[in-house]
């Protein structure tokens, strides 16, 4: 079960990107690192139902991930514009058979909770009634605290690279496999957040423990950190955190994702990065320290080479104190080579952000083993004589 721990307050992810980390004081600390264990819950995502007999072909059309009719396994997709360009991450749960569905649905006519972005939710729900028209489903936004959805983790235990559909005991929940040691999320009523199946026991965690575990492994979520509309899946790594079937049918915005993943060359991905004072050493590895203070820097600053030129090779998506994730130029700023030009990157170069107050930080962007192993190599384009 869910025990309450005092060891770390509560921050809710908006304030995250406005506090002044070097502005912390007695009253205010800075986020304590993440336990080996916990479960955090995840006030910032909320959950759209779709219920009815036509609820899964009508997801199938509109996701990069496949529905499958038969399954109860959850899983991670995303839903794109007609040009291809990322509007909402989101993960799908089949309820069918789960103690929820026989509750509120009372049928056994397939159905499936969508998890967004809080802050967008009904944007999205406004994208999926205009593409709707006559299909023969219900189609709802749960209310606040209908289900909370948790983040449960533990680092001693092996998580399995496969999603689950649902326990055995009826609870909603998938594996998270967008990154290795990401947990499991589960969908739980008020009454049970403080009480589940025995082999999920972790003390509540912050909301900011979760953050940080998703930026110490190179995962973006919610519209602050994928734009609307800006951005390729494969820029935000959707296509290796397994958010993206290509082998699948037409879904919107198919025909760019499938070019660009076939044919394309992603220069720029989101990767962990950390920030530290400038003119300092950048740090070996990748690590959290809450001790650090460092000066605010907005989401979405140029993140810029440390020379005369200044030029620009990504930007900050967000950080907590010392750690963030950054949109990054992979052969600029790190040694992957994604295209026949080769990287330019030297362990000398130093990259810098600019803070509110004026001053510089230091930034360096870590390349995490799972994305460097997922990434393929470029292909050598053979000159025929």
Not at 147 to 156: C, G, H, M, R, T
Not at 205 to 219: C, E, K, N, Q, W
Not at 255 to 266: A, D, F, K, M, P
């Amino acid at each position: 079960m869910f025990a309450k721990s005092s060891s770390a307050p509560y921050v809710c992810a908006r304030c995250l990107t406005r506090q002044r980390r070097r502005l912390y004081s007695s009253s205010i600390s800075a986020p304590a690192p993440p336990p080996p264990s916990g479960a955090a819950k995840l006030t910032n995502r909320r959950l759209i139902s779709l219920h009815g007999e036509e609820a899964q072909k009508f997801l199938q059309g509109l996701i990069t991930n496949n529905v499958h009719l038969e399954s109860r396994a959850g899983f991670y997709a995303a839903f794109l514009t007609a040009p291809g360009k990322v509007l909402h991450d989101v993960f799908v749960y089949p309820t069918l058979g789960s103690t929820w569905h026989k509750d509120v649905n009372k049928s056994d006519e397939q159905g499936f909770l969508v998890e967004a972005d809080a802050d967008e939710v009904e944007a999205l729900l406004k994208h999926i009634k205009k593409h709707k028209l006559r299909a023969k489903f219900k189609l709802r936004l749960l209310e606040q605290g209908e289900l909370d959805v948790w983040s449960a983790w533990k680092e001693d235990e092996r998580w399995t690279a496969h999603t689950q559909g649902s326990f055995d005991d009826g609870t909603l929940g998938l594996t998270d496999c967008r990154a290795p040691g990401m947990g499991r999320r589960l969908l739980l009523p008020p009454s049970n957040q403080h009480g589940t199946s025995s082999e999920l026991e972790a003390d509540e965690a912050p909301l900011t423990s979760y953050t940080i575990r998703r930026y110490m492994r190179g995962v973006p979520e919610g519209q602050k950190e994928i734009p609307r509309d800006d951005s390729l899946p494969m820029n935000c790594n959707i296509d290796i955190m397994g958010g993206i079937d290509f082998k699948k049918g037409c879904y919107l915005g198919q025909e760019l994702t499938i070019r660009t993943h076939h044919t394309g060359v992603v220069r720029r991905r989101v990767l962990p990065v950390a920030l530290y004072p400038q003119g300092g050493q950048p740090p070996e590895k990748l690590q959290y320290e809450p001790d650090v203070t460092m000066a605010d820097v907005e989401g979405g600053t140029e993140i810029r080479r440390d020379d005369k030129r200044k030029r620009s090779t990504g930007k900050l998506i967000g950080n907590v104190g010392n750690i963030g994730l950054g949109m990054c130029r992979l052969e600029q700023m790190s040694d992957l080579i994604v295209s026949g030009e080769g990287s330019s990157f030297t362990p000398e170069d130093r990259f810098s952000v600019q803070g509110h107050n004026g001053e510089e930080l230091g930034v360096k962007a870590f390349v995490p083993d799972w994305i460097r192993g997922r990434l393929r190599a470029p292909k050598i384009q053979r000159r025929v004589e």
